[in-house]
């Protein structure tokens, strides 16, 4: 994790020091965030029983995909070599697929995105069975639910006011008067709007008092009206 604090004092030494503004320019620019530590890695990899035998391919001419970086960790084709640690192996799947920046990526994206980075035996499997077995993945993705079927598309109003929609809008500052929420109400044909403010612990009764004064006392009772409220 970056900490704002020794950002800027790092920030401060490099313009007090004696470096050329492009050379001050392209540092910046090579500051990046990394999902796990690389001293994790270097103690998981250490741990691990065929580091030794890692090791000697990164040191003979043999295996030319095998090298050992200069933080000392092993690497496999330019990517770091996660060992069998179950824990950190779960890290960076849990960081690759459900952080604030990745939002639950397929399978296929997934593991491109982590190829790029890491690399461990059969990790093409163990992203395929980490996003299989993602509970939102299951319930949200178009592909594990039913099909919907062609949209329908409703038919266009002959009068004013007679086919309105509805919807409420939650979640907003508390006024003075107790109005916490909005209620849109729109006529389907003109497309006007009244926003009447409501509050979230008004009941169906007050709402309807609320209706009748603002909406029928000027338009008149509707012959529709559509929500997504239900009841």
């Known amino acids: 994790m970056t900490h704002e604090h020794g950002l800027l004092e790092a920030a401060e030494l490099m313009n007090s020091a004696d470096i050329p503004?492009?050379?001050?320019?392209?540092?910046?620019?090579?500051?990046r965030t990394q999902t796990v530590s690389v001293q994790s890695v270097l103690e998981g990899q250490q741990a691990d029983e065929q580091y030794q035998r890692f090791l000697e391919f990164a040191q003979s001419p043999d295996h030319p995909?095998?090298?050992?970086?200069?933080?000392?960790?092993?690497?496999?084709?330019?990517?770091?070599?996660?060992?069998?640690?179950?824990e950190l192996r779960d890290e960076i799947l849990q960081e690759a697929?459900?952080?604030?920046?990745?939002?639950?990526?397929?399978?296929?994206?997934?593991?491109a995105d982590m190829r790029r980075l890491f690399w461990w035996p059969v990790m093409k499997t163990d992203v395929?069975?980490?996003?299989?077995?993602?509970?939102?993945?299951?319930?949200v993705k178009a592909e594990h639910r039913r099909p919907e079927g062609l949209l329908q598309p409703l038919l266009i109003p002959q009068w004013k006011w007679e086919h309105i929609a509805m919807?409420?809008?939650?979640?907003?500052p508390r006024s003075q008067r107790g109005h916490d929420s909005i209620w849109v109400i729109v006529d389907r044909l003109t497309k006007s709007a009244p926003f009447l403010p409501v509050s979230t612990t008004h009941m169906v009764d007050k709402l309807a008092a609320l209706y009748e004064r603002e909406i029928v006392r000027l338009h008149g009772v509707p012959l529709s009206i559509m929500s997504d409220r239900g009841s």
């Open 65 to 86: 995909d095998w090298s050992r970086s200069t933080d000392s960790c092993l690497r496999f084709g330019g990517q770091l070599w996660i060992p069998s640690v179950a």
């Open 97 to 111: 697929h459900r952080s604030r920046f990745t939002v639950h990526p397929g399978r296929t994206k997934m593991y």
């Open 21 to 31: 503004t492009s050379t001050r320019v392209l540092i910046c620019g090579q500051m």
């Open 167 to 172: 919807d409420f809008i939650y979640g907003l």
């Open 128 to 139: 395929s069975d980490y996003v299989r077995a993602c509970e939102i993945c299951q319930r």
